[in-house]
């Protein structure tokens, strides 16, 4: 993608046991510029931008949208994080994306 457009982020989480999706929690991602890798250097994870996040019933997935002007050109990295709910759910992961100028 390129500096300009926005970012669509979406993040599920399942319960362990049931398989259930988790339609009931708070989700959040956070965003870390270049040159960050928060999934190898824990030093790097202090977030640069934080998205709430909607639980879409559609799709199922939480969403949320970041506009990246202004950005700058690199590897971002990307943690959704899903929080509570009934099941008291605790779960996260990261993802990276290019990022063009």
């Known amino acids: 993608m390129n500096a300009g457009e ?3 982020i979406k993040v ?5 046991v049931t398989q259930e999706i988790v339609k009931d929690a708070a ?3 956070y965003l870390f510029a270049p040159p960050k ?4 250097n824990p030093s790097d994870r202090t977030p640069d931008y934080t998205i709430d996040l909607t639980f879409d019933p ?3 997935y939480y969403l949320g949208t970041q506009d990246t002007t202004g950005f700058p ?3 971002w990295w990307c943690q959704g994080k899903v929080t509570g709910g ?8 990261y993802q990276s994306f290019p990022l063009d100028p």
């Open 6 to 8: 926005k970012v669509t």
């Open 12 to 16: 599920r989480s399942t319960d362990p």
């Open 27 to 29: 989700a959040v991602a």
């Open 37 to 40: 890798n928060p999934q190898d």
């Open 58 to 60: 559609v799709s199922n």
């Open 73 to 75: 050109p690199g590897t």
């Open 86 to 93: 009934a099941g008291g759910v605790l779960a996260w992961s």
